[in-house]
């Protein structure tokens, strides 16, 4: 763990942005703090703006939010909001969760296989090139994979143990879902997971089956709904435009 923390983190501060995807997802961010600020600002008795939304966020050099990623929009504004307006903040989220991933990756195979076998896992992701490079970036990938295996982690967790089972499918289908909502190239996770499901929980009876496999279900749309919901009544009221999330 302390060497994949130290690949990931090294010299973060002075990588700086090589991708357009990677400024266009920090911008997005930014969009969101900026408004947050001026909404902060306003409702505190602070010194009033005299131009509207859009003016004042097109005032600041923000861009649309676009990127059909609002989760990996949110991690990223939460980062801005812990580290500051810097380009890095979005790295270090992915060096964060990208460090974590391999701690997880790590729980999950030992209690799938042999302690041997997760430790070999451990230092594969934790020395992988791929994901070494993505968890120094900006990108969504480090982010959503994260939330995949913390997913099959919950699960495996519910699997294993009935005590608990249906919390832990619930939470289990919401990092699945939140991972889809940080890259759509995810769309194949959640029927991999509710197969899985589907397969295992043959013995169980009809009615528990439904339920399981229903709390698992509903915790994958919940992130969707999470984000859907505001962003329609938002674009109802004219407040966000059409195209933005």
Not at 38 to 62: F, I, K, P, T, V
Not at 67 to 75: D, E, I, R, V
Not at 196 to 204: K, V
């Amino acid at each position: 763990l302390i060497l994949a923390a130290c690949l990931r983190f090294y010299n973060l501060d002075d990588r700086g942005i090589f991708d357009y995807d990677e400024a266009w997802y920090l911008l997005e961010s930014k969009t969101l703090y900026d408004t947050g600020q001026l909404a902060w600002r306003q409702a505190s008795g602070g010194a009033a703006e005299s131009l509207g939304l859009r003016d004042y966020l097109r005032e600041r050099g923000n861009v649309p939010v676009t990127s059909f990623k609002p989760g990996h929009t949110l991690l990223i504004l939460l980062g801005l909001l812990v580290f500051g307006l810097h380009d890095y903040a979005s790295f270090a989220v992915s060096a964060i969760l990208g460090t974590l991933t391999v701690f997880l990756l790590y729980r999950l195979t030992s209690r799938m296989f042999r302690p041997e076998v997760a430790l070999l896992a451990g230092l594969i992701l934790a020395v992988s090139p791929f994901h070494v490079g993505y968890s120094r970036s900006g990108l969504a990938q480090a982010n959503s994979v994260f939330f995949v295996v913390l997913g099959l982690y919950l699960w495996y967790l519910a699997y294993q143990e009935d005590a608990g089972c249906r919390r832990r499918l619930l939470l289990a289908g919401c990092a699945i879902g939140f991972a889809f909502t940080c890259h759509f190239n995810l769309f194949i996770m959640p029927p991999i997971l509710i197969a899985f499901q589907a397969i295992t929980s043959q013995e169980q009876p009809m009615l528990e089956r439904a339920k399981r496999l229903s709390l698992l279900c509903g915790g994958m749309a919940l992130p969707l709904l999470m984000f859907e919901l505001p962003a329609r009544a938002l674009r109802a009221f004219d407040v966000l435009p059409q195209g933005q999330l």
